[in-house]
């Protein structure tokens, strides 16, 4: 519907050598055996991981961080930190193209 390319593998079965290792080791470990030196989370996970456990283990934790912005919603007060399904609702492919680039790495 919007275009966007994604290669999502599901972790269980493509790295199921993981299962039952603690969160961050788990993910350290992905993140390694993909060959990437990046681990992206939602600013959320900053309560749950920490940037020098990752990167004492050669990995950068980076956190994704969403910029405000509003939409129509049933002509309601605006709520926000809803899904992707609420933004694809109301808003246009344009619209929602332009959302896509208002997030902010840290």
Do not use: H, W
């Not at 493509?14 to 681990?39: C, D, H, V, W």
């Not at 959320?44 to 990752?54: H, T």
């Not at 605006?78 to 208002?102: A, R, T």
């Amino acid at each position: 519907y919007i275009n966007l390319k994604c290669n999502f593998q599901i972790s269980s079965q493509s790295y199921n050598e993981t299962k039952g290792q603690n969160k961050s080791e788990r993910l350290i470990n992905i993140a390694k055996q993909s060959n990437s030196k990046f681990y992206i989370n939602v600013k959320g996970g900053s309560n749950l991981y920490r940037k020098e456990f990752f990167y004492k283990r050669n990995i950068n934790l980076i956190f994704l961080e969403k910029r405000m912005y509003e939409y129509p919603q049933f002509r309601n007060k605006f709520i926000d930190k809803l899904s992707i399904i609420d933004v694809l609702m109301f808003c246009e492919i344009k619209k929602i193209n332009n959302f896509l680039c208002l997030y902010k790495l840290s």
